[in-house]
T-cell receptor, first 113, second 115 residues
Framework: TQLLEQSPQFLSIQEGENLTVYCNSS?????LQWYRQEPGEGPVLLVT?????EVKKLKRLTFQFGDARKDSSLHITAAQPGDTGLYLC?????????????FGQGTTLQVKP | DADVTQTPRNRITKTGKRIMLECSQT?????MYWYRQDPGLGLRLIYY???????NKGEISDGYSVSRQAQAKFSLSLESAIPNQTALYFC??????????????FGPGTRLTVL
């Protein structure tokens, strides 16, 4: 059974600090996605990483896919209050196109002004 | 305008009542999904549908049923609601052309409370 475990589950930091969120599995994934969910809204896709070792940047957010495609990380530089939310990693279930995703349990980030 | 809409946004009901949550989308996607979200558990798949005639159970389908009335509409029903079905429910869509990434687009959610 494929599982995705995120750490930490909760993070509270001051504006301007840096942070890293991890998404780990014992299974190999063909790709991994990161979503952000703000209170009262649904998750919104931030990025998909598809190649082992790949690094993608989205403004102050840096996403990395592990060389073995079993893990991913999200690094935020100089966090802002607007970064507050729930961050979810997700990956396709199975080796073929099942059309389904499995999600990590999420990391709740609170950035205080 | 929202691409994926859900109604109602909030609902409080009593144990034993039948509840229907509705989802509509204007994205033109064939694939639609229903998830529930509980604190600390992420999103868990209840049911999914790849077209009007294709309905599949997810990992936690017991106590739920669905109906795909049209390409754009996918409803979730709780036949006899129970308190442990209190959760946030999300509808999502995906474009078959996104294979194999299955990137999904979510509605705003329905907060359901069963007393």
């Amino acid at each position: 059974t494929q599982l995705l475990e995120q750490s930490p589950q909760f993070l509270s930091i001051q504006e301007g600090e840096n942070l890293t969120v991890y998404c780990n599995s014992s299974s190999v994934f063909s790709s991994l996605q990161w979503y952000r969910q703000e209170p009262g809204e649904g998750p919104v896709l931030l990025v998909t990483v598809v190649t082992g070792g790949e690094v993608k940047k989205l403004k102050r957010l840096t996403f990395q896919f592990g060389d073995a495609r079993k893990d991913s990380s999200l690094h935020i530089t100089a966090a802002q209050p607007g970064d507050t939310g729930l961050y979810l990693c997700a990956g396709p279930i199975g080796s073929s196109n099942t059309g389904k995703l499995i999600f990590g349990q999420g990391t709740t980030l609170q950035v205080k002004p | 305008d929202a691409d994926v809409t859900q109604t109602p946004r909030n609902r409080i009901t009593k144990t034993g009542k039948r509840i229907m949550l509705e989802c509509s989308q204007t994205k033109g996607h064939d694939r639609m999904y229903w998830y529930r979200q509980d604190p600390g558990l992420g999103l868990r798949l209840i049911y999914y549908s790849f077209d009007v005639k294709d309905i599949n159970k997810g990992e936690i389908s017991d106590g739920y049923s669905v109906s795909r009335q049209a390409q754009a509409k996918f409803s979730l029903s709780l036949e006899s609601a129970i308190p442990n079905q209190t959760a946030l429910y999300f509808c999502a869509t995906s474009d078959e052309g996104q294979v194999p990434y299955n990137e999904q687009f979510f509605g705003p959610g329905t907060r359901l409370t069963v007393l």
